[in-house]
């Protein structure tokens, strides 16, 4: 990731928005909780805002009021200096926000460990984004070594809490990775109460959920590969998360709300490296460009939201799956 630190900097003036995704997970709110303290002290008169495009997890919530971080109830982005958006690769992610964000004349810094859309690219004035990178936190965190800074004790754990929320408590990332990791740790020192703040039991409509996923699953069989899909009103995530848990090499879960249809990608690591086929890239882009909505995310992870019909998009996303995994077999 390169970028001119004097240029980000002359954007940190008057009012700027660090817009979070929706349903913000902690890695989106840590980021922008993180950079906030980074721009406040780069410029002192900057008034920095967090805003929760569509809500937050419950987990999210529950770290937001652990470290105090405070998030604006109100907003307009006709009063903003410059746009900041964190962890969303998407405009649909930000909800009615993505469509008052794209009209906006003021400038756009995206800052993303995901595969980006190609609106993004075309709106973003300053465009940080590295998918080597673990988590939106440690790209953040980097941003403090750019400056010679060092982040304060409680940024260092909200930094760390992202990190070890999206690197799945610390068990994958690259090199980068572990050496935030250490040299967070040097600042605030305490990883059993970084993972103590994730670690919480299922509520039970999530758990409800997830057992509705399983119990209206279809399994297929792609090239000797267990492809299993579902349907849920919510939770979509943690129910892919659940079914590849349960044995499935790819995971795809749709739920529909008032004509919008949300559905998670999953797979595991082995069915990315031995098939070549990335979720983000080549099935949840395309889903989102074929109904009309926007799709993005990882080689083992990605989301697409879409004004359609669930059984389609589904239908859609296997047929994405097969065609793109026979072509790479026979490359």
């Given at each position: 990731?390169?970028?001119?630190p004097?240029?980000?900097k002359?954007?940190?003036n008057?009012r700027?928005?660090?817009?979070?995704?929706?349903?913000?997970?902690?890695?989106?709110?840590?980021?922008?909780?993180?950079?906030k303290?980074?721009?406040?002290?780069?410029?002192?008169s900057v008034?920095?805002?967090?805003?929760?495009?569509g809500g937050?997890?419950s987990?999210s919530?529950r770290?937001?009021?652990?470290?105090g971080?405070?998030?604006?109830s109100a907003a307009?982005?006709?009063?903003?200096?410059?746009?900041?958006?964190?962890?969303?690769a998407?405009l649909?992610?930000?909800?009615?926000w993505?469509?008052?964000?794209?009209?906006?004349d003021?400038?756009?810094v995206?800052?993303?460990?995901?595969s980006?859309?190609?609106?993004?690219?075309?709106l973003?004035?300053?465009?940080?984004?590295?998918?080597?990178?673990t988590?939106?936190?440690?790209?953040v965190y980097?941003?403090?070594r750019?400056?010679?800074?060092t982040p304060?004790?409680?940024?260092a754990k909200?930094?760390l809490?992202?990190?070890a929320?999206?690197s799945?408590?610390f068990?994958?990332?690259?090199?980068?990775?572990?050496k935030?990791?250490?040299?967070?740790?040097?600042?605030d020192g305490?990883?059993n109460?970084?993972?103590?703040?994730?670690?919480s039991?299922m509520d039970?409509?999530?758990?409800?959920a997830?057992?509705?996923?399983?119990?209206?699953?279809r399994v297929?069989?792609?090239?000797?590969?267990?492809?299993?899909?579902s349907h849920?009103?919510?939770?979509?995530?943690?129910?892919a998360?659940?079914l590849?848990g349960l044995?499935?090499?790819?995971a795809i879960?749709a739920?529909?709300?008032?004509?919008?249809?949300?559905?998670?990608?999953r797979s595991t690591?082995r069915?990315?490296?031995?098939?070549s086929?990335?979720?983000?890239?080549?099935?949840?882009?395309?889903?989102?460009?074929?109904?009309?909505g926007?799709?993005?995310?990882?080689?083992?992870s990605?989301?697409?939201?879409?004004?359609?019909?669930l059984q389609?998009?589904?239908?859609?996303?296997?047929e994405?799956?097969?065609?793109?995994?026979?072509?790479k077999k026979s490359?």
């Amino acid at each position: 990731m390169s970028f001119d630190p004097e240029r980000l900097k002359s954007l940190l003036n008057g009012r700027i928005l660090l817009l979070c995704h929706h349903n913000a997970d902690p890695d989106s709110i840590c980021s922008a909780h993180a950079f906030k303290e980074l721009a406040s002290v780069l410029n002192p008169s900057v008034d920095a805002r967090i805003i929760l495009t569509g809500g937050a997890s419950s987990l999210s919530k529950r770290i937001t009021t652990a470290l105090g971080i405070e998030t604006a109830s109100a907003a307009s982005v006709e009063e903003a200096n410059a746009l900041f958006v964190f962890d969303a690769a998407t405009l649909g992610q930000l909800e009615e926000w993505g469509d008052e964000l794209a009209s906006s004349d003021a400038p756009k810094v995206f800052i993303d460990h995901h595969s980006p859309h190609p609106d993004i690219m075309r709106l973003a004035t300053i465009f940080l984004v590295d998918e080597e990178a673990t988590s939106t936190c440690e790209i953040v965190y980097r941003l403090y070594r750019s400056y010679g800074m060092t982040p304060s004790n409680i940024v260092a754990k909200a930094l760390l809490i992202g990190i070890a929320y999206d690197s799945k408590h610390f068990t994958i990332g690259t090199t980068e990775t572990f050496k935030a990791i250490s040299e967070l740790l040097e600042i605030d020192g305490d990883v059993n109460e970084v993972i103590a703040l994730l670690t919480s039991e299922m509520d039970r409509s999530e758990r409800i959920a997830r057992l509705k996923a399983g119990q209206r699953t279809r399994v297929q069989d792609i090239g000797g590969w267990i492809v299993a899909t579902s349907h849920v009103s919510s939770f979509q995530a943690s129910a892919a998360r659940g079914l590849i848990g349960l044995g499935a090499d790819v995971a795809i879960v749709a739920g529909s709300v008032r004509d919008v249809v949300r559905m998670s990608l999953r797979s595991t690591k082995r069915f990315h490296e031995e098939s070549s086929v990335h979720l983000g890239m080549d099935v949840a882009i395309q889903l989102g460009e074929e109904f009309g909505g926007s799709g993005s995310g990882h080689s083992t992870s990605a989301g697409v939201n879409a004004k359609a019909k669930l059984q389609p998009m589904l239908r859609r996303a296997i047929e994405l799956i097969s065609a793109d995994f026979n072509e790479k077999k026979s490359n």
